[in-house]
């Protein structure tokens, strides 16, 4: 029997199969850029690290140095306890963050963050000599806007500040700029966390920190908020409900 295209048949095939069609083109497109996306953060992730870690990535590949140099791994926070065999690199922390399964409200939320993932991801740096350079951590907390998003990477000692980056946040344009001003986020090398008594002491300082203050940072004219809530984030994730386990576990292995 002879088709005819244009019967009511016909004109079914040719719906069904242009439909078939369309799907497997939007899902292999959807495949496509979700690999693309994923590699996009990936590299923003590695990025970051070797920035906050202080690591000179300029003209230089910094997908290799990390490879070479850093080694992430997803820490339990309530014990320290590290997965080394976790993807780190694709873990979703704000997704971890917001699912109740994976979360809990802090017992003192000085970020002001409501929810907490119960591990987080840690980047170990090494110098080219293999020996532990740096720590570094995901901090973030609420500013005066926006949750504000950041790295800090501290020395093997674990209180000093080697350096910080702010990635993301929404404060107010040209006064919550700031954060991300290598003029002052220099200001943080060097500084502590602790005190000499172990106390988070780590601060942002309104009016300018005194030439000895080694836990303060000069806070910045008209941005009092933002600053404020950048000192909450460091101390919340320095504490207890934090990554004071992990570090505490650290010191012990380190010896």
């Not at 993807?87 to 003192?108: G, H, Y």
């Not at 919550?176 to 200001?187: A, C, R, V, Y």
């Not at 009016?207 to 004219?221: H, I, L, M, P, W």
């Amino acid at each position: 029997m002879a088709f005819k295209k244009d019967s009511f048949v016909g004109t079914m095939i040719f719906t069904v199969t242009l439909c078939l069609l369309c799907s497997f083109m939007i899902t292999g497109t959807a495949e496509l850029l979700k690999e693309r996306k994923l590699v996009k953060k990936r590299d923003e992730l590695k990025r970051n690290v070797l920035i906050a870690a202080d690591v000179d990535i300029a003209d230089k590949d910094f997908r290799a140095i990390f490879d070479k140099n850093v080694k992430p791994t997803l820490v339990t926070l309530d014990t320290g306890e590290e997965d080394k065999e976790a993807n780190v690199l694709d873990f979703d922390d704000r997704m971890a963050s917001i699912n109740p399964e994976t979360s809990r409200k802090p017992k003192k939320d000085t970020a002001k963050i409501k929810s907490r993932a119960d591990q987080a991801r840690v980047f170990k740096v090494f110098d080219d000599n293999g020996k532990l350079a740096s720590v570094v951590v995901p901090i973030y907390g609420k500013g005066l806007w926006s949750m504000i998003y950041g790295y800090i990477a501290v020395q093997p000692d674990f209180n000093t500040i080697e350096n910080v980056v702010f990635y993301e946040h929404g404060e107010t344009p040209g006064i919550g700029d700031f954060l991300n001003d290598p003029d002052w986020t220099d200001k943080w090398h060097g500084k502590q966390i602790f005190n000499a008594k172990g106390k988070i002491s780590f601060k942002v300082v309104k009016g300018g920190a005194k030439a000895d203050d080694v836990n303060g940072v000069d806070a910045v004219s008209g941005a009092t908020m933002t600053g404020r809530g950048v000192q909450r984030s460091v101390q919340f994730w320095f504490g207890a409900e934090g990554f004071e386990m992990f570090f505490n576990k650290l010191k012990a292995s380190e010896g």
